[in-house]
């Protein structure tokens, strides 16, 4: 069976849904999924340090998916926008699951696939390291993305990362991205 | 040289740098999509005051949150704070944190052990 962005959403939105949005990532998209967030946080009365984690690792996932979605769906038959990307935050019993869709071409898996099997193998000191010295020896790209993203957000949840690439449609891909908190 | 003040917005800090007192005060939301737009000309300030800085410099930071494009330019920021402190000046960084935030205090030791200025670790307790 192949692989449809509505069933996969459907699926991903069982349950506690603390927040779920498919369509375009824009700048001003991230500050209302964010400030919704926040209120939703507030509600539960969530205590401050989890609710600064799930923030910290909104914004980075948003911004990574900002950044890093591929503009043009070469064999995407869906009418979908260009910058589209899912997004799904999830409260269940003792821990919130933050989860990413986007779009890649299957040029771009090899490089994800070793770079999240890398951050997973580390330690939490590990981590740091490696956080410390991508911050001191790489330069920030034009677009302003740093290569920090995921590597902070594993060092922030002490959870692994878990994801997948379903095939879409011949190179394409969609890269579901799951992030415990 | 001219101060720098800019207001908060949600996604980067209120930021005052005075050349008159040497004080540098960032605080608040450091995350914008791109933030090198952002942090370029406080940098490019820094470089100028470190022509002639004040003995002592204070540096006051007390973020709640920043977004990882945002660290690398707070480094640019201290590496800036390293070189006027190498020319034997003094140079206080205040590294804030809110009470149980041991993401942001440990933020704050990642640069510390960057950077050689000297950095004080400040708690917030409401």
Known sequence: MSFN?????????????????????TSDLINDILEAV???LDEYDENGKTKKKIYNILVESLQNLY?????????????????????????EED????????????????????????????TKEELKDMYKFILNHQRLSAKGGGGLGLV?????????????????????????????? | MKPIFIERTPKTPLVKFDSEKGVIEVKGRSIPENSIEFYKPLVD??????????KLTRVDVQLEYFNTSSS????????????????????????????????????????????????????IVD
Request: glycine share 4%; proline share 2%.
């Open chain 2, 45 to 54: 300030w820094l470089e100028h005051y470190a022509k002639q800085p004040l």
């Open chain 2, 72 to 123: 690398k330019c707070i480094l640019d920021v201290f590496k800036k704070l390293e070189s006027i402190h190498k020319a034997k000046n003094d140079v206080l960084i205040n590294w804030y944190y809110e009470e149980d935030d041991e993401d942001m205090l440990e933020a704050g030791e990642d640069y510390e052990s960057i950077i050689r200025v000297p950095f004080k670790m400040i708690e």
């Open chain 1, 95 to 122: 821990l919130y699951k933050v989860t990413t869709g986007n779009f890649v071409n299957s040029r771009k898996i090899k490089f994800l696939k070793e770079k999240i099997d890398k951050i997973n193998s580390l």
């Open chain 1, 67 to 91: 950044h890093h979605i591929e503009e043009r769906h070469e064999g995407v038959e869906e009418d979908l926008d260009p910058k589209f990307g899912v997004l799904v935050v999830v409260r």
């Open chain 1, 38 to 40: 926040e209120e939703k």
């Open chain 1, 5 to 25: 962005i509505t069933d996969y959403y459907n699926e991903l939105s069982k349950g506690d849904v603390v927040l779920a949005y498919k369509g375009s990532i």
């Open chain 1, 152 to 181: 902070d957000i594993a060092r922030k949840t002490g959870y692994k990362l878990e994801y997948s690439f379903y095939n879409y449609n011949g190179n394409y891909y969609f890269f579901d991205l799951t992030i415990k908190v």
